[in-house]
């Protein structure tokens, strides 16, 4: 959302100020008149107030972000750990105005030194160490799940943008064994288990016996990342350690299993993923769900076939199913566009309902204009207008371009009466000018076949 630049001061406090002159002496502005993807662009926290007079510009940022990772002050540190990462290409953005190992050499110090910040009042500040170590790996957060199974699997999960497979986890491998020292240290167990996290996507075999290690550690916690972990190494890992966490007693250990069969892409797993799919702890339940999602149907059909009544996820598996052949789920498609349904613990991305619609969109669109004539697909375009024709608490189109492109096709076919019926219930239900779309469509009906 729009926010106008401004630039924050603490009395008392040095700053580094980027600003542009104007024609009124001693005025200086800001230098965007909104802010940026970084929202405090334009301003730095100094470290003190030496004079930096006749340094390079990158120099004295360095040496100010740098300085704050030794202030007695949490927050100044965080502040320092947050600008270095995303300076040195840590997150997302991938700037690179600072040597990226630099900053991870200055970051390990946190928790490696004799009295380290993890033993004082913050130990936020050494969690955030330990994240940018790992570089926001993929097995770092929960939310990254679906998006890294998008990228690494060939099943459907729609509605998630791939990362880059390429993209190196160094801190991870500058320092992993550093970090394998303090998951095994007497540091705080959450700390620890973060540490575990950070190794993922290092690929560096010395760190194969230690994450097999892990998966028969005594927290269900490491023994989760431990499973996680051997999604690195698809081709050597012993898969029965995973196998064995399918059935293990902590629900956590569980979790971890169906997670890194999906990491991992070991199909010769996915019947386990059925089972977990149904295990009686719904966060399992839903790591298995995705998992699977991420598998193509020639290894996933059958064990989705077998839940393709499952009480939740149902569906989303009727969604992956008929991508592979649309006309055996016809009804299902129906049913889940008027139903409107959505899991509990859905982790987001394209709505169950819109992927359905697309999916019959798409089938109608392939039907002979005379079959749609006669009248032979008239229950699936009854179910395609469905969203303008629901009550509030029906599905809603979620652009313009879907009751354009359906109103398109009947022009397109010759169902005319059907078109206008359309037209006119759109209007009513729309609360935005659809009329503006559908002229466009008169003009030249054949510009508009859908996504």
Sequence with gaps: MYQPQYYQFTPGRTYLVFAKKTDKAGVFRQLWKNHRDQEDQGVLLAANNDSRAGTPLKEIIWQELSGLLKSARPQ????????????????????????????????????????????????????????????????????????????????HIPGYSTWDKEHVNLGGKLYWKELTRFVNSDAEPELRVRAAQALGRTQVEELLPFAEGLTRNSDARLRRVGAILLADYPD?????????????????????AAEAIGFGQFTHLVPDLGTLVNDKNPEVACAAALSLLS??????????????????YQCLFINALAHGDTKPYLDDLCR????????????????????SWQLLFRYVQQRPAEDLKLGKFDAILDALEFPAKAGERGPHYYSSSEPRDLYALYLQRGVDKRAKEFRAACKRKLTYDIDYYFN?????????QGK
């Design 76 to 155: 100044d540190v965080a502040y320092a750990l947050s600008h270095l990462d995303a300076l040195s290409g840590g997150d997302y953005r991938k700037m690179q105005d600072i040597d990226r190992k630099l900053v991870l050499g200055e970051v390990i110090t946190l928790i490696q030194s004799p009295d380290p910040l993890i033993q004082g009042p913050d130990p936020a500040i050494a969690r955030q160490a330990i994240e940018v170590l790992g570089s926001h790996n993929p097995y770092m957060s929960n939310d990254y799940s679906p998006g890294w199974l998008a990228t690494v699997g060939k099943g």
């Design 236 to 256: 050597k890992a012993n898969t029965n350690l995973i196998k064995g966490l399918t059935t293990d007693r902590d629900p956590i250990a569980r979790r971890g």
């Design 440 to 448: 466009m469509v008169d003009g030249n009906p054949a510009n508009y």
């Design 336 to 355: 889940v566009i008027r139903e409107n349904p959505q899991p509990d613990r859905w982790w987001g991305g394209f709505m169950p309902w819109a992927d």
């Design 295 to 312: 598998f193509s149907l020639e290894h996933s059909e059958k064990t989705l076939l077998a839940n393709r009544r499952h009480s939740e």
